[in-house]
């Protein structure tokens, strides 16, 4: 399983917006049941797509002007980035299987190879 990247208000612009590959960016924080849920299935998605997305967390608590910036209200929120730009959201943790389809959905979306 992968591990994911930590990313940080002062990283947030080369890890993410200079990216050349779409990112999903998983804004948490450490009191957050859900955003503990999610991390292996995040793990797990990011070996599966990799090439097509990377996978990167930021804790919104250690990190709150990125979180300010993408107007996140609600923990956890996944942002996914294609050139260094917001394309997608998702609020809430759900199933793999879920989440799988909708990321495979918006890469489908953004035209990008498989």
């Known amino acids: ?3 994911l990247t930590v990313v940080t208000d002062e990283t947030f612009a ?22 503990h849920m999610i991390t292996p299935v995040l793990a797990q998605l990011a070996d599966e797509l990799a090439g097509r997305l990377r996978i990167v967390k930021i804790n919104n608590d250690q990190n709150p002007v990125t979180g300010r ?26 199933p793999k299987a879920k989440l799988l389809g909708e990321l495979t959905g918006v890469l489908d979306d953004l035209a990008l190879p498989a």
């Open 1 to 3: 399983m992968a591990e």
């Open 14 to 35: 080369r890890e993410v917006l200079a990216s050349d590959i779409p990112v999903l960016v998983d804004f948490w924080a450490q009191w957050c049941p859900p955003c």
């Open 69 to 94: 910036d993408y107007q996140v209200m609600s923990l956890p929120t996944l942002l996914v980035f294609h050139n260094g730009l917001p394309v997608r959201s998702f609020v809430g943790a759900r």
